[in-house]
């Protein structure tokens, strides 16, 4: 037991001891691998850049600016990023200024045309289900955002580990939502019988995206060393395809703009299944070498036009990808553009299913089409016949073909001038089955505080192919067909009557969805939204009549959207 004395010399000396200093932290010394990590940072060579970044992130002796250089992505990645430091960091940056900061970073701290185009759909604003390889790590991520934001990136150790704690930082709640484990740790060997991972999901997550998302690899490595501004000047041939309006085929001009790296287009093109020709002028920029912005309009009382991301190919010989447009990008044209040299270029045909046992017209479209074009240059392969050529332009060939009752059925190269359109035709004897497409839509209320989405669904004709089954692997696509459109009660919720509130189905197959709010004729003012079946209908020249429907989610506006317009600007 202590005393009164002892316990004031006791209190005494861990007061004095409070009071010195504590000993000097042990430096460590970096691993080889941090080392290496530090290094491969890229320096920033733009005075602007340093200007405008500079009052938060570092520049350390070689010219490498904290945060910036261990990061790559797409001009979108650097648009959000510039955005959120005005936004939750107090930038002060001109308009004129963030463009040249934009191009500087999307150049040389961007992606290689590989790594680009394995996210492209998250740019082109395409509805699809992407899986990610891992999928732990896709369950962190995909909580709050898509994946295509994710691979859309390149970063180091580091720097995947600096994004969670930004993350954590600015978004609390998605410590509890991705990044932790809940419930109580596993204790059963998984299916290989290896112990249970217990770590959290984002301890997973990081060493994964470090591996399959480095900062430094091969690709960027060539490309960085081989990119140049692109001669993009003269004409190309334009195909594109809009669900519910089919094949478009046309011509581009592209012409040098104000800058080096942008340049105007003008754009005719003709809508096959009506004859409707449509121009439309732009403007674009080309970030990286590869990554073309663009925005086009039609006429001048189009006032939001169309924005355009389209990805170039090394021989600067294609470019593709979308146009799109709409209060959620829903509405677009999957776009191809093909340099015209001196050679023909074959396009397509105004329909390419043609059956079996009969004469008819086919329009084939395309460029440099000799003006006195011969039926005999004209080859559709075994069991098809060019009777003659009604008219030949530069552009487009109208010929007089016939197929044979026993043509062999599959698809077929279509030769012009000695120049193959791949796959142009498609020869068959039956229709055996329709689907629609997509197989699951979704479309958000609105219109009245949020835009409408609206959901274009078409119905495409199948043949069963060599086998006889369909759903196999040698099925036949014979293109869209006229159908008769209706709306069919999907049960998901009992006498919820859904049919009659979420919105209408015109006879093209275009779904508009009703207005947002409350609705005081439905059961508890619910809203206008559920699910529906989209049926078709179609009746074969036969007189056989086959039905395919397709699941629609009408849901809620949505509130928060992540979009980077000025790309294109």
Same mark, same amino acid.
């Given at each position: 037991m202590l005393t009164g004395c002892a316990i004031s010399a006791a209190v005494l000396s861990l007061s004095l001891l409070a009071q010195q200093p504590p000993p000097p932290k042990e430096t460590k010394e970096p691993t080889e691998k941090e080392k290496e990590e530090i290094d491969s940072g890229i320096p920033i060579a733009s005075e602007v850049v340093r200007k405008a970044c500079s009052p938060c992130h570092k520049i350390d002796e070689k010219q490498r600016m904290t945060r910036i250089s261990w990061r790559r992505t797409t001009p979108e990645g650097w648009e959000l990023t510039i955005k959120r430091m005005v936004e939750l960091n107090g930038l002060k940056i001109e308009p004129a200024e963030a463009r040249e900061v934009l191009k500087y970073l999307s150049n040389n701290l961007g992606l290689a045309p590989e790594e680009a185009r394995a996210a492209s759909f998250?740019?082109?604003?395409?509805?699809?289900?992407?899986?990610?390889?891992?999928?732990?790590?896709?369950?962190?991520?995909?909580?709050?955002?898509?994946?295509?934001?994710?691979?859309?990136?390149?970063?180091?150790?580091?720097?995947?580990?600096?994004?969670?704690?930004?993350?954590?930082?600015?978004?609390?709640?998605?410590?509890?939502?991705?990044?932790?484990?809940?419930?109580?740790?596993? #204790?059963?060997?998984? &299916?290989?019988?290896? /112990?249970?991972?217990?770590?959290?999901?984002?301890?997973?997550?990081? %060493? @994964? !995206? #470090?591996?399959?998302? &480095?900062?430094?690899? /091969?690709?960027?490595?060539?490309?960085?060393?081989?990119?140049?501004? %692109? @001669? !993009?000047?003269?004409?190309?041939?334009?195909?594109?395809?809009?669900?519910?309006?089919?094949?478009?085929?046309?011509?581009?001009?592209?012409?040098?703009?104000?800058?080096?790296?942008?340049?105007?287009?003008?754009?005719?093109?003709?809508?096959?299944?009506?004859?409707?020709?449509?121009?439309?002028?732009?403007?674009?920029?080309?970030?990286?070498g590869f990554q073309w912005r663009g925005r086009s309009f039609e006429g001048s009382t189009d006032k939001e036009g169309w924005r355009e991301v389209l990805l170039l190919d090394r021989n600067q010989r294609e470019l593709t990808g979308r146009w799109f447009t709409g209060g959620y990008e829903e509405t677009g044209i999957d776009v191809t553009l093909t340099r015209i040299g001196n050679d023909p270029i074959v396009l397509g045909l105004d329909r390419a299913a043609l059956p079996t046992g009969g004469v008819r017209e086919v329009l084939i479209y395309g460029a440099n089409f000799p003006a006195d074009l011969a039926a005999g240059a004209i080859d559709f392969g075994r069991g098809v016949a060019v009777k003659r050529v009604v008219s030949a332009s530069p552009a487009l060939v109208k010929a007089e073909v016939e197929v044979a009752a026993n043509a062999p059925i599959g698809p077929r190269d279509v030769a012009v001038a000695g120049v193959i359109g791949q796959g142009a035709a498609m020869i068959y004897d039956k229709i055996d089955g329709i689907k629609v497409k997509p197989q699951a839509g979704m479309a958000r209320v609105g219109g009245i505080n949020?835009?409408?989405?609206?959901?274009?669904?078409?119905?495409?004709?199948?043949?069963?192919?060599?086998?006889?089954?369909?759903?196999?692997?040698?099925?036949?696509?014979?293109?869209?067909?006229?159908?008769?459109?209706?709306?069919?009660?999907?049960?998901?919720?009992?006498?919820?009557?859904?049919?009659?509130?979420?919105?209408?189905?015109?006879?093209?197959?275009?779904?508009?969805?009703?207005?947002?709010?409350?609705?005081?004729?439905?059961?508890?003012?619910?809203?206008?939204?559920?699910?529906?079946?989209?049926?078709?209908?179609?009746?074969?020249?036969?007189?056989?009549?086959?039905?395919?429907?397709?699941?629609?989610?009408?849901?809620?506006?949505?509130?928060?959207?992540?979009?980077?317009?000025?790309?294109?600007?």
């Open positions: 998250e740019a082109e604003k395409r509805m699809i289900e992407y899986k990610y390889a891992d999928k732990d790590t896709s369950e962190v991520c995909s909580k709050c955002h898509s994946m295509g934001r994710v691979i859309s990136q390149r970063r180091s150790k580091g720097e995947w580990e600096l994004l969670v704690a930004m993350h954590r930082g600015y978004y609390p709640l998605s410590d509890f939502q991705a990044f932790r484990r809940g419930g109580p740790p596993q #204790t059963q060997p998984g &299916p290989d019988g290896r /112990p249970p991972d217990n770590r959290h999901p984002m301890e997973k997550a990081i %060493p @994964k !995206l #470090t591996e399959d998302l &480095p900062l430094k690899t /091969p690709e960027w490595s060539a490309w960085s060393a081989n990119m140049r501004v %692109p @001669k !993009l000047a003269g004409r190309w041939a334009f195909t594109g395809y809009q669900p519910g309006k089919g094949p478009f085929y046309g011509e581009t001009t592209i012409k040098p703009g104000e800058k080096e790296d942008e340049v105007q287009t003008e754009t005719r093109y003709v809508q096959v299944r009506t004859g409707e020709t449509i121009t439309r002028h732009g403007r674009a920029l080309v970030y990286t949020f835009p409408k989405q609206f959901q274009q669904f078409e119905a495409v004709a199948f043949h069963n192919g060599a086998d006889g089954k369909p759903d196999t692997k040698d099925d036949l696509t014979l293109g869209p067909v006229e159908v008769t459109w209706s709306i069919e009660e999907y049960t998901a919720t009992y006498d919820d009557n859904d049919k009659e509130y979420v919105g209408t189905l015109d006879s093209n197959g275009l779904f508009t969805p009703n207005v947002d709010g409350p609705n005081p004729k439905r059961r508890g003012n619910a809203n206008n939204v559920g699910d529906v079946w989209v049926v078709a209908t179609y009746k074969t020249p036969e007189g056989k009549v086959l039905r395919a429907r397709a699941h629609l989610l009408v849901t809620m506006p949505l509130y928060v959207k992540f979009d980077q317009p000025e790309v294109s600007q």
